[in-house]
């Protein structure tokens, strides 16, 4: 498939999409299910970036709540219900529980999960309640506390899914061909010049109309358009611990909306484990792999013990990882940044959307292919997806590396990174059979891996 998507590039497009994320992938799906010539160039494998290390949560996001942002709370609701409807083999609903120090406690976040509810509308997954002690999960036994409902989802399989529903509708996401500047006519944005990293030859690809989706990077983008343009992100580190079951026995998810520094805490069990997360760390470098941070580890063990009361064992620990949000704007903390999107044109025609968070991905999508139609001169359609069933798509998964399996087709080096190190020889061979790929890259696609793996092992 990679090499017929290739030997289309030449193609006249109407949609050229920068970046195989969340948000580019929305868009290119979108595009393509308006009848658009849509193209996609990812410069690593789809979802490398902060796209599969998110919490893994489809949410309104009560912490927008405490922060008065209620047009965000309530659009993210909605998409949470489309995302139900439309994926229901990806997104399911979750049980939270939030314990409360004292009644005072009680009653605000049962008073706050009501607004959630109530927010929801018709698109509410269970009305939230105040559970008996006897009702509180063993980990918070003797409490009191709220149980309310949000979603759950596997990211790096949802963004797969994008773009295996967007290839299914007639679109060419090709993963691993970093763009590295525009062609401009006239002084508009009609196209790129992008490089198979595979292979090092260089593609030009003609659009009428160019969407920057680069999340973290899409500073850098814009700068290839405008060296002069002003900063827009401001990006923030997230880590999380990958934990055993054995740490939160059950399927309800335990929520602190308030740690010592007024962030949120999650312990969430998710697949066959647990995830601890997550940190807020303002960051100067944009990162593809970024590393958790030593400090953060400590702050999320310290914050499990004393909010929650759980003491986690190093051999608890089967993975650590850390992803960068793309804030827009800037603030004192980052945490103070509401997770709204943005959609800006700039003076040559260059569509960017950023900013926003996953749960949102579809509405950024649609408002940046709107943005695109009109500044491509394309006819004008309106967006199917919040109607369009997402289909769990068995074809072409676009795997190119034994990181891309291990990681993002399989998720194992999230779940645990002892045992994905011990499956990289098998997956090479496989790989290297179906790819036609010789036994020196074999070698050094293990040793790469490996090296690679490392950094999500704890200590
Ligand atoms: C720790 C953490 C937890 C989160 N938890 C949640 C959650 O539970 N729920 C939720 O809704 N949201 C969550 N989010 C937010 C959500 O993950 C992000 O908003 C979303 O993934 C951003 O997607 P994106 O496509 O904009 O960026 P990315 O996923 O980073 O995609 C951008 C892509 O652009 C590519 N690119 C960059 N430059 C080029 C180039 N020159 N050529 C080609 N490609 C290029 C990159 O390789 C990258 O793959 C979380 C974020 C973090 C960091």
Redesign the pocket.
Same mark, same amino acid.
């Given at each position: 498939m990679r090499r017929e998507f290739l030997n289309r590039l030449g193609e006249r497009w109407d949609v050229l999409v920068?970046?195989? !994320?969340?948000?580019?992938? !929305?868009a290119a799906l979108d595009a393509a299910s308006r009848g658009y010539r849509t193209v996609l160039?990812?410069?690593?494998?789809?979802? /490398?970036? @902060?796209?599969?290390?998110? @919490? /893994? #949560?489809?949410?309104g996001?009560v912490r927008y709540l405490r922060q008065g942002n209620l047009p965000l709370v309530r659009e993210?609701l909605r998409e949470r219900g489309i995302l139900l409807r439309n994926a229901p083999h990806c997104v399911h609903p979750l049980a939270f529980v939030v314990p409360a120090r004292n009644a005072r406690e009680l009653l605000y976040y049962s008073a706050g999960l009501k607004i959630y509810d109530l927010l929801a509308g018709g698109l509410g997954i269970a009305p939230s309640r105040i559970l008996s002690r006897a009702e509180m999960p063993p980990l918070l036994s003797g409490r009191r506390g709220i149980l309310y409902h949000d979603a759950q989802f596997d990211?790096a399989r949802m963004?797969v899914t994008l773009m295996q529903n967007c290839a299914r509708l007639g679109g060419v996401p090709l993963n691993y061909?970093?763009?590295?500047s525009f062609l401009k006519r006239g002084g508009r944005v009609r196209g790129a010049v992008?490089v198979d990293c595979e292979t090092g030859r260089e593609y030009t690809v003609e659009a009428r109309a160019v969407i920057n989706?680069?999340?973290?990077?899409?500073d +850098?983008?814009r700068r290839?358009d405008d060296q002069d343009c002003a900063r827009m992100i401001t990006p923030?580190?997230?880590?999380?611990l990958v934990l055993a079951k054995s740490v939160l026995p059950g399927e309800t998810a335990i929520m602190i909306p308030r740690t010592d520094d007024g962030r949120v805490l999650?312990l969430i069990p998710w697949r066959s484990r647990v995830l601890l997360? @997550?940190?807020?760390t303002p960051v100067s470098e944009a990162l #593809?792999e970024p590393r958790p941070m030593e400090a953060e580890m400590e702050y999320l063990l310290a914050q499990a013990a004393r909010h929650i009361g759980v003491t986690i064992a190093r051999g608890d620990i089967l993975s650590v990882f850390? !992803?960068?949000?793309?804030l827009v704007g800037a603030a004192r903390r980052t945490a103070e940044i509401p997770?709204d999107h943005i959609v800006e044109t700039s003076a040559s025609g260059l569509v960017t959307?950023?900013? !926003? /968070?996953? +749960?949102?991905?579809r509405k950024?999508a649609e408002d940046a292919v709107d943005r695109a139609a009109e500044v491509g001169g394309l006819e004008k359609r309106l967006s199917l997806t919040a109607e369009m069933p997402l289909r769990a798509v068995s074809g072409e998964d676009m795997a190119r590396t034994v990181e891309d399996v291990l990681a993002r087709r399989t998720g194992l080096l999230f779940l645990d990174a002892r045992a994905a190190i011990e499956a990289a020889p098998g997956v090479a061979r496989d790989l290297a059979q179906k790819l036609g790929r010789d036994a020196p890259w074999e070698t050094e696609q293990v040793a790469a891996f490996r090296e690679l793996a490392r950094g999500y092992l704890f200590g």
């Open positions: 920068i970046g195989g !994320g969340a948000t580019g992938l !929305g160039l990812e410069q690593s494998d789809f979802a /490398k970036g @902060t796209s599969s290390r998110s @919490t /893994k #949560l489809i949410h996001g993210s990211d963004a061909m970093r763009v590295t992008a989706a680069t999340g973290v990077f899409t +850098t983008v290839m923030s580190q997230g880590a999380h999650f997360g @997550t940190t807020d #593809l850390a !992803g960068q949000r793309p997770r959307v950023t900013g !926003g /968070k996953w +749960t949102t991905y950024m």
